[in-house]
């Protein structure tokens, strides 16, 4: 990962996007592993305050069709060792500025920077 705010193109060929993150390595085996991918907004009835859809996977890559400019995406991994209670949890932010096919840019950004879904419109519209 580099740093925040800098513009970074991720590969995606096929619609395919390897995760881009990973927690660091522990001693002693790993006992459960979890990975995800999930497009996020604020929202403070979720969870840890983000309401999440996550992204499916195939054949060990997360699947990212229809993800769309002004996205912002949770890339995440989490395990438990052996030799330990609790694990480590990585998550990291990312927004897409552009899609093209097999590539996604974007940059990397700071939790507080996902925003909150604009909420649906509700009346009549005007004439």
């Known amino acids: 990962m580099t740093d925040k705010g800098e513009i970074v193109t991720l590969a ?18 790993v006992k459960a592993r979890r990975q995800w991918g999930a497009v996020v907004h604020r929202d403070p009835q979720a969870i840890s305050g983000l309401a999440r859809r996550f992204l499916n996977w195939f054949d060990g890559a997360l699947v990212v069709d229809g ?3 002004g996205d912002f995406v949770e890339f995440g991994d989490k395990f438990v060792s052996y030799r330990h209670d609790r694990g480590a949890v990585v998550r990291h932010y990312f927004q897409i500025l552009e899609v093209q096919p097999g590539e996604l840019k974007g940059r990397w ?10 909420p649906p419109a509700t009346g009549v519209a005007a004439p």
Request: glycine share 10%.
């Open 12 to 29: 995606a060929p096929q619609g395919l996007l390897e995760l881009p993150v990973e927690s660091e390595r522990c001693t002693g085996g």
């Open 67 to 69: 993800l769309a400019p």
């Open 109 to 118: 950004v700071s939790k507080r920077a996902v925003p909150r879904l604009a």
